[in-house]
Every structure is written in structure tokens, then in C-alpha cells.
């Protein structure tokens, strides 16, 4: 006997593809990859976006994503795709989808992937690495440059992470291609405040910017007094970013002796008419911060939630239960309570 078809016609071609660009910022950079792509879909069906599905029993709408920044990140270079079964223009994509958003997601530009250099996909753009940037809270620029010496001295520079499968071991050092140190004022108060600048290839296991300070912590001490902040810049071909990173920012100087590899000039020329790290270095630098994370404190702690604007504040769509499209499936309270035979948990209900 064959297997059963579903019923029905089958769903319409894919028309378009397009890619969009979009930053996580300030509150959601708490959000897990699963959590914003919950959003991206409820966006893209409060914005009447034409997406193509595809065929079967289940069919889920045509959305692809590149290696998402980790939870607890900022990133002003997140990358996703869209399959629509009918033509859109870009613009029109971007400022509906930006405006079906939540607050903290944000479009920020749409490419076209019919013709021209970028045919391939997401593909074509050559996400061979990222451009990190990690506040330290209470770590002096001294420190940060000896820690940063020890890092870049080291041959090897394995931790460990704990994932759902276990205990991984992964080389935090094989993936630095470039990193170093800087200091700004992280307030008024001109409370110290480092910064480190690192460009990290995309490996597999992945190294995340948390690998590199645990290695920081075991090679050399170093220990912030407060969670690091790391917010990703840009994402790109390898050569391209080293050598973007190498200019200096304001408080951040860029290494000696550093030149653009060989190639990233035709890399540039590719993709220059959607200007992927110009546009993205335009809104991180430490000299122009966006207005919406302007005020963002030295500190991942001082982001948490502190209480409601009000019931009117907020005009975003929210769940049949009254929560925010960016949350999570609602979490049950546990209350916890000593025995003389030790702890025991019961939810409340």
C-alpha cells in the first residue's frame, strides 16, 4: 500500500527569495533562538507577507536562518531568510516587517536573492566569521592588553561548555583570528570599563564569545565584576572583517602592522550595493551607538525587566493569554520547602 498524500492542492512555487538583515537589541538580546523565531513567523503573519509553505501533512512556512547569536547577546547582524510565493518589493517588506516586529527586533535592510552576485543564498554572502565586541565591566585596559598577550601567546586554549548532550571541549583558540583590547568610560562616573574586540571564525562546535573569556579566566585571571556585554558587529567574509576591524575605533586602537588581506577588495566589490559591513559599522561603533541602546548599561544585570509600563504603554500584539509576542510559554512557580529528610519541590498551582 502507498503511502497517503495530503488532501488538497499543492502549495504554491516559490516566487522570491529575500534576506533580511536584523539587529537584537536591548532586552532581547535575552531572547533564545526558538523564542525569536516564534516572532519572525507571528510577524511575518501580522505583516500579510505572501510566504511560500511547504508541501506535506505539517506545512511550515519557508524560513531559513544563519547561526544565530547565542542567548544573553546583542547582535546588529543577524541574518534570515524568506521564500514568498508571490513578488514583494524590499522596501515594502522591510518597513512592514520592522513594524509587525517586537520592540528589540529590528529590520534593518533586504536583499534580493534573484540575480547578480548573490544568486546563491544566503550562501553567496560568505558568513566565514564575526565581529565581536564584549564590554568588561570593572576590568582595567592594562589588565584586558596582559590577558589578551597570554590568550594570543597560547597554543591551545580548550574549556569546557555544558550542553544538552554533555560535557564539550572545544578550542577556544583555533577560532581567534583577531583580537584585542581597548577601554572606554563605561558612565559618568568614569567607572572602568574594557573592551575587547575579537574576530572569531564560524567553526564546528561553534566557539562563542563565553568560550574566549573562560579562556581569558583560566590563562590569565581575567574576571570582570559584572557579567560581560557582547554584541555582534558584523558577520561576513573573513578577510573583510579582520581587515574592517583593523581600523581603529574611538577608545578601541586597531593592531599594528595590520593590512586588508588579499581578496577582500573584490569580496567588497561583490556585495557592495547592499553595503553589509559598511552599514553595519555605521550603527556599532563605539563613537555612534544607536539611539535605542544609547543609554544601555555597563552591566547585563542592570537590562532585566523592572516592571511594566502599564497596560496601554505597549501596543504590540500579544497571546491569547495576554503575554508578548517574545516571550516563552509561561513558566510554572516552584516553591520550595526543607524537610528533615532534605528539599523537595511541588509546582504551585
Known sequence: MGRPAPAGPPPPPVAQR?????????????????????????????????IAYSAGF??????SYAGGA??????EAEYLELAFSDLCTASDVRDRLDAALPSGIDVIDVLEM???????????????????????????????????????GAGTAEVE?????????VDARAAVVLLEAGWRAADERDAACAILRMVVRHLTPAVRPDDILTALRQLAGLAPSSPPMATRLAQGPLGRLTAAAS?????????????????????DSALSGWGLEQGQRKTTRLGA???????????AYDQLLRGAEGPEADLRAREPDGRLPECSRSSHRIETTVTGLGRTARPLM
Open 18 to 50: 529575500l534576506v533580511i538583515r536584523y539587529a537584537k537589541r536591548g532586552r532581547m538580546r535575552f531572547a533564545s533562538h526558538r523564542d525569536i523565531a516564534r516572532a519572525v513567523e507571528r510577524g511575518v503573519r501580522r505583516a500579510g507577507l505572501p
Open 58 to 63: 505539517s506545512p511550515h512556512p519557508r524560513i
Open 70 to 75: 547565542q542567548t544573553g547577546t546583542a547582535s
Open 114 to 152: 534573484t540575480s547578480g552576485p548573490a544568486a546563491g543564498g544566503m550562501d553567496a554572502l560568505g558568513l566565514e566569521a564575526s565581529d565581536w565586541e564584549v564590554t568588561l565591566p570593572g576590568v582595567a585596559a592594562a589588565d584586558a592588553a596582559r590577558a589578551v598577550e597570554v590568550f594570543l
Open 161 to 169: 561548555r555544558l550542553t544538552s548532550k554533555g560535557t564539550r571541549r
Open 247 to 267: 581600523v581603529p575605533a574611538p577608545g578601541l586602537p586597531g593592531p599594528a602592522g595590520s593590512a586588508a588581506p588579499d581578496g577582500a577588495a573584490a569580496q
Open 289 to 299: 551607538v544607536p539611539a535605542d541602546v544609547a543609554g544601555a548599561p555597563a552591566s
